[in-house]
Nanobody, 127 residues
Framework: QVQLIESGGGLVQTGGSLRLSCAAS????????MGWFRQAPGKEREFVAV????????WYADSVKGRFTISKDITKNTVYLQMNSLKPEDTAVYYC????????????????????WGKGTLVTVSS
C-alpha cells in the first residue's frame, strides 16, 4: 500500500519557520519526482516545490523562492520542506506529491497528473 505521510504543520507567526516532512512507503519510487503542493481556502491546489528522484534537480514556485527549501533523504525516502520567513498568504493545507517523470514536469502539473498524494498537513501563519 502506497503511503505518503506528511508531518510538521502547525500555527506560526509571520516571519516564523516550519519544517514539513513527507515519508514515502509501499513503493520503490524509483524514477518519481517528489514535491509539495498547497491549497488555500477557496483556491485551487498549486505547485510549491519539487525535487527529482536522485535529488539532482530542484524547482520552486516563484512565490516561495528564497524562503522555502526542499530536500530529500534518499536513504529514508523522505522529502522535507523547510519554510522560512512565512507570510499569512502561505496559509494552506500542504500536500506531498509523487509523480513518475522529471521534476520540471511537476512544476506545471495539474492535480490529475500526480500519481500519489499525501493527506495533507495544515500550515497557518498568523499576522
Amino acid at each position: 500500500q502506497v503511503q505518503l505521510i506528511e508531518s510538521g504543520g502547525g500555527l506560526v507567526q509571520t516571519g516564523g519557520s516550519l519544517r514539513l516532512s513527507c515519508a514515502a512507503s509501499g513503493h520503490t519510487f524509483d524514477g518519481y519526482a517528489m514535491g509539495w503542493f498547497r491549497q488555500a481556502p477557496g483556491k485551487e491546489r498549486e505547485f510549491v516545490a519539487v525535487v527529482s528522484w536522485r535529488a539532482t534537480r530542484i524547482w520552486y514556485a516563484d512565490s516561495v523562492k528564497g524562503r522555502f527549501t526542499i530536500s530529500k533523504d534518499i536513504t529514508k525516502n523522505t522529502v522535507y520542506l523547510q519554510m522560512n520567513s512565512l507570510k499569512p498568504e502561505d496559509t494552506a493545507v500542504y500536500y506531498c506529491a509523487a509523480a513518475l517523470g522529471t521534476a520540471q514536469t511537476m512544476t506545471t502539473m495539474t492535480s490529475d497528473g500526480v500519481d500519489y498524494w499525501g493527506k495533507g498537513t495544515l500550515v497557518t501563519v498568523s499576522s
